[in-house]
């Protein structure tokens, strides 16, 4: 590699199945099933008030709870392949939003990555809303309104709320994403 590439990873959808475990905490607490496919728009309040009936105040409350971002799962594989990009020499840096509404995630998130991801440098954790001002080759990303107008590679991290959306590559999961990341990196 002449010059390190950068790769900016999202945490919630990507590196983490805060989807699934939200859901699954909708049902437990309130009964009520939403499948993921009904989520046609972005991880937001109102989208999860107009499919259930709850007030905005139910739909957050689990989310609010302590523990909740610090127990989420990473999805498969994703250790492995954050772990395999760090090997090969790329600059890994986390580009995660908080949530204003759920100001307790700050600290859970903080210590979510060092408990499953130690190997990304405290100092290549950015927390920010506005992704497309930092710099990278590529972001990895589920949300496309982070993704429109980031300036370089756009890589959609597959969920039924960002399938309108084409970018320069998508993955469905991690298996074998090192190669196809490796391949449109190689592209540019
Ligand atoms: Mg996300």
């Known amino acids: 590699m002449s010059k390190t590439k950068r790769i900016l990873i999202d945490i919630d959808g990507v590196l983490s199945n805060l989807t699934e475990a939200y859901l699954a905490r909708l049902r437990k607490d309130y009964k009520v099933q939403i499948n993921k496919v009904q989520l046609t728009s972005y991880f937001k309040e109102e989208n999860i008030v107009s499919l259930t009936g709850l007030t905005e105040e139910e739909v957050l409350r689990p989310l609010r709870t302590p523990g909740f971002f610090q127990n989420l799962e990473p999805k498969n594989g994703a250790v492995l392949a954050v772990k395999s990009l760090i090997r090969k020499g790329y600059d890994v840096c986390i580009v995660s939003a ?10 859970e998130k903080i210590e979510w990555l060092d408990k499953y991801f130690s190997m990304i440098p405290e100092k290549n954790v950015i927390f920010a809303y506005r992704k497309n001002l930092v710099v990278g080759d ?11 107008d ?15 959306f084409k970018g320069d590559l998508r993955l469905r999961n991690w298996k074998k994403a090192v190669e196809k990341i490796e391949q449109v990196l190689n592209q540019k």
């Not at 890589?155 to 309108?164: E, K, L, T």
């Open 98 to 107: 908080l949530m204003s509404k759920c100001p307790g995630c700050a600290g």
């Open 138 to 148: 590529i972001l990895i990303d589920d949300a496309i309104h982070n993704l429109k």
């Open 150 to 164: 980031f300036p370089n590679l756009k890589c959609v991290f597959d969920a039924p709320y960002n399938r309108g």
